[in-house]
């Protein structure tokens, strides 16, 4: 398949789901057709629905704030019903080390910021296979899903949205290092 881009848009929540939806992001998503990420707070996890890939979902059972989702050894994510397993190395100085390494079935991928302000996706074997790119996750995040890429890669990727991903960074490391010391060691990885 060649690759392609778009755009995911926050849309306000259907009014009875307002007071528990953090965040709702929506999108066509080339040949897969339409897409929707729901971040809810109640419980707090995030759900993808997409006509065209897996069903996926990302949650932590002990998400320290309201909003996108803490990703440690104890976030479950799940992709076309095989659940992942998620580590990161904090103390990395190297961009490539503190990426998230993702387990999903056979596959190891590598999810990572990049120089330019863009989040990618990396497959062990296949290299790049979805990249991100955007101003602030709440407002509108572009999406471009490179040849490589299958249905079940968009699905992660489309998942890692909802992830909160400042520890990618190494302002966002060293603050999540202190706070680690607040919070009595738990979150090392």
Request: charged content about 20%.
């Amino acid at each position: 398949m060649s690759g392609f881009t778009f755009e995911l848009v926050a849309q306000k929540p259907p009014r009875p789901d307002r007071k528990t939806t953090f965040l709702l992001l929506t999108g066509t998503a080339g040949p897969y057709g339409e897409v929707s990420l729901r971040i809810t707070t109640y419980p707090e996890e995030a759900t993808l629905v997409a006509e065209g890939l897996p069903e996926g979902s990302i949650s932590h059972p002990d998400n320290p704030a309201e909003g996108l989702i803490a990703v440690d050894a104890q976030t479950r994510l799940t992709v076309g019903g095989v659940t992942a397993t998620v580590t990161q190395n904090r103390r990395a100085l190297r961009k490539e080390g503190r990426g998230f390494g993702i387990r999903l079935g056979d596959r190891k991928y590598t999810y990572l910021r990049l120089d330019t302000g863009e989040e990618e996706l990396r497959d062990s074997e296949r290299g790049a296979v979805v990249r991100q790119r955007g101003p602030y996750r709440g407002s509108r995040i572009v999406m471009v899903a490179l040849p490589a890429a299958d249905a079940i890669d968009l699905a992660l990727a489309l998942l890692l949205q909802a992830a909160d991903t400042t520890q990618l960074t190494v302002p966002g490391m060293i603050v999540a290092g202190v706070m680690s010391i607040f919070n009595n060691g738990q979150g090392n990885m």
